[in-house]
């Protein structure tokens, strides 16, 4: 199920990211050390009471604090996403894909033994706070039309639906989502269009590492820990998912996502010692769409011109 | 139509190897002079233990840079599974090593690896499983691709049944709790890891069959045979990953092969006889007995021996016109199959090669350390290897040589920088130490700001301040 968190992103981004695994670790990490402050501040502050009449926030967890968790660890995403694209890929677009694809291992290498350095984040695990109210009886089962699931389960299923009823609306129905389809088209077509490219492809960076945030942040509260290496399998099978789904769509990343997960916890659940294969099934998973169908399950197959 | 004789190209007529020789004997002082500078450093009076360590780990790691500076440099294919192949090599030849190499010194025998039919007959055995597996693979890889071209819908279809049959096996897994019996069809995945488990347990009784060959020269030539087998098993398995892999392009391929490397390490993981997630040990490191019953670090020559092959051979075949069909692969793909070059073959044969030496070196570096644990060959091992190539410039392979040195020397000297001579500055010791334990990092900003630079240094020294491309 926490599959659906981390499939959101490939579907909007062109080149293989392999740093987003890595700024869904930044994510997760920076709620780990704001969660402290927001939450003291915003038990001081007097929300609006349409807010405290909707939330009934208790003591050391609230809603509107994990909330604010939420926002803040996107918009600290959203800069490093918005600064890893100057910086790094934006002196590459005219390059072969291959270089931008090095220089993505690099910045990705730079997040994880960065964030591994005692002066960042620290080898060790870090434990993550309950950030959700009644999120200790987490074996709470919730029960719907016959159907049992986990209640942290139900939260990121629900919080991930809205995230990508979101993103599907920003892309298909604002202006600013029509000009990234028509980059995501063609690049030059698109600029002699009169639309910006560089800020477009700025913009799809901010929108895809929120969305990396909000999976860091949920993923900590599903594990109750986050550490600097957290991001690198979660990339992998990010990338994964969205081969699997066909890269360019939305859906099929989702749909990716949803099969790769559920594949993995089936390994897990039913196989003796199934668990110690998952990673191996994941990858075996990904050779054998691309041996049998290049275009994964909804992608269009890319006509190559010379 | 006459031509001056300065038009004439030279022609390598007469005696090409003498031409080819004379061409290369600066590489060849240079790299032999290497081999001796190692067997000096052997002496425990020059050198001790660790200082041996780091400077048979450079010669490896030269190995492994120039043959992924083919795979990645010359052919342009993007890999970043060298790591698994390395493990490949590693733990086969150990293995081998491991069960058919005698008894160790400390009883009496004195004679390591003095069984050179069982390891080739372990080998032997090992090659009749690769192919067995192989066959059925490829078989149905060529029989997706022969569909393919009847109907459109079929790999859907295939997908389809895929899934049904992990539904399948789910259904019946979960039926019988504890897998009875090694069936790949009734148990999928898991049926597959413990047929390999078998099928390992099995090689010693086949191995038998090969056992009575007895050969003169016992000791180098089973260390021979166990490093070439582990190097062709290795180079067998690029080849079965090779052929479905390499149709696809860039970023595509790396990720597949950074799935095989993770696929050779899980199997590792769980594969009892290989020492699972705890890994083998006490493998018996090549030594040999001098005069006074001492034993001797001899693998030197072995591993700058390697080195020296590899590289030679690399270099000659990246200008040989194999070379220059693999160069004209990485420039441009379509206008490479224009012209009539095979690319899949030359994809394919980089791959091969490239597979083959990194399986070497991985069997010296088994038998250099005496210990092997899966997580040495992790996804990790293999950015390392591609920051190495990429430092030392695409395609050039004295670069991969002089940055295969760089990057696994300047660590240890900095670690060790308050015991070089004229280091008396404290903030230098400290800012050194710093260096080298941030190495990594270091690494990485390097790697973002030479791809920076490489990209963009045409404008800068024009005086066009740009960024954007």
């Known amino acids: ?42 038990s001081h502050a007097t929300p609006p009471a349409i807010v405290l009449w909707i ?60 964030g591994q350095q005692p002066w960042a984040f620290g080898p060790d695990f870090k434990a993550f706070p ?21 209640k942290i389960d139900a939260i990121i299923f629900g919080t991930t639906m809205v995230a990508m009823v979101g993103l599907w609306f920003v892309v298909q129905h604002t202006r600013l989502g029509l000009a990234l389809r028509a980059v995501s088209f063609r690049f030059d077509t698109a600029s002699l269009m009169g639309i910006n490219v560089n800020r477009i492809i700025s913009f799809t960076f901010v929108l895809g590492s929120m969305l990396a945030a909000i999976a860091g942040v949920l993923v900590g509260i599903h594990s109750n820990k986050a550490y600097p290496l957290m991001g690198l ?42 668990s110690q294969y998952t990673d191996a099934v994941a990858f075996v998973f990904l050779i054998t769409v691309l041996m049998v169908k290049p275009s994964g399950l909804f992608g269009r197959h890319a006509i190559e011109k010379v | 139509m006459l031509l001056k004789k300065s038009d004439q190209l030279p022609s390598p007529v007469g005696r090409p190897w003498l031409h080819t020789l004379l061409q290369n004997v600066w590489v060849l002082a240079a790299l032999a002079a290497m081999v001796f500078f190692a067997r000096w450093l052997e002496n425990p009076d020059h050198f001790n233990a660790y200082y041996f360590q780091i400077v048979m780990m450079v010669g490896i790691t030269i190995t492994l840079a120039v043959s992924l500076q083919l795979i990645n440099g010359v ?155 582990g190097g062709l098993v290795a180079a067998g398995s690029g080849l079965i990953i090779g052929i479905p892999t390499l149709r696809l392009r860039g970023d595509y391929l790396a990720i597949a092969t950074l799935g095989f490397g993770q696929i050779v390490q899980v199997l590792i993981i769980n594969s009892e006889p290989l020492g699972g997630a705890v890994g083998l040990t006490a493998i018996a490191t090549y030594q040999s007995i001098d005069e006074d019953n001492l034993p001797q670090r001899c693998i030197s020559p ?104 760089l990057v696994t020397l300047l660590p240890e000297v900095l670690n060790n920088a308050d015991r070089l001579p004229h280091m008396t500055s404290q903030s230098a010791i400290r800012f050194a130490h710093g260096l080298a334990a941030n190495r990594r990092v270091v690494y990485a900003l390097v790697l973002i700001a030479v791809m920076i630079i490489r990209a963009r240094w045409r404008d800068w020294v024009h005086g066009r301040w740009r960024w954007t491309g």
């Open chain 1, 1 to 42: 199920m926490i599959a659906v968190g981390y499939t959101l992103v490939y579907g909007v981004l062109r080149l293989i990211n392999f740093a987003h695994g890595d700024v869904f670790m930044v994510g997760a990490m920076s709620a780990y050390y704001l969660q402290n402050r927001i939450i003291r501040a915003a």
């Open chain 1, 55 to 114: 939330f009934h926030p208790p003591a050391d967890s609230t809603w509107l604090g994990f909330l604010l968790v939420l926002l803040a660890s996107m918009l600290i995403c959203g800069v490093v996403g918005f600064l890893i694209e100057f910086i790094a890929y934006r002196p590459l677009r005219d390059q072969p894909r291959i270089i931008s694809l090095i220089t993505a291992i690099g910045v990705s290498m730079l997040f994880e033994y960065g």
């Open chain 1, 130 to 150: 309950p950030l959700i109210p009644g999120i200790e009886k987490a074996r709470d089962l919730l029960s719907i039309g016959g159907v049992v699931i986990g």
């Open chain 1, 233 to 274: 399998m979660m990339g992998l099978k990010a990338f994964i998912a969205a081969v699997l789904g066909g890269i360019g769509s939305i859906p099929g990343a989702v749909a990716g996502g949803m099969l790769l997960g559920l594949t993995e916890v089936m390994v897990k659940g039913y196989f003796p010692h199934g």
């Open chain 2, 75 to 229: 052919s342009g294919q993007f890999s970043l599974g060298h790591a698994g192949f390395m493990a490949l090599g590693a733990y086969l030849s150990a293995y081998a090593t491991k069960t058919y190499g005698g008894q160790p010194i400390a009883q009496g025998n004195g004679d390591y690896f003095s069984d050179p039919g069982g390891v080739m007959g372990y080998f032997l055995a090992l090659a009749i499983a690769l192919v067995v597996a192989a066959g059925p693979m490829l078989l149905i890889f060529l029989a997706v691709r022969q569909l393919r071209r009847l109907s459109s819908a079929l790999p859907a279809v295939g997908m389809l049944l895929l899934l049904a049959w992990i539904a399948m096996d789910v259904v019946v897994a979960s039926k019988h709790q504890p897998v009875p019996y090694y069936c790949v069809w009734t148990h999928g995945w898991k049926g597959c890891i413990d047929l390999f488990n078998a099928l390992l347990r099995q090689i010693p009784n086949l191995s038998t069959v090969f056992g009575h060959l007895s050969l003169s020269a016992r000791q180098p030539l089973s260390f021979a045979i166990a490093l070439l087998g």
């Open chain 2, 302 to 405: 072995w591993i700058f021996g390697t080195a020296l092959i590899a590289f030679l051979l690399i270099w000659r075949l990246v200008h040989s016109s194999q070379g220059r069909a693999m160069k004209a692969v990485r420039q441009d793909e379509i206008a490479a199959t224009a012209v009539g070059i095979n690319t899949t073959a030359s994809k394919v044969l980089a791959f091969v090669v490239g597979a083959f030496f990194a399986g070497v070196a991985g069997g010296l570096y088994a038998h250099l350390n005496g210990a092997l644990s899966p997580d040495t060959f992790s996804f990790i091992y293999s950015v390392e290897l591609v920051v190495i190539v990429t430092l030392g410039g695409l395609g050039n392979l004295w670069g991969a040589l002089i940055a295969a040195v």
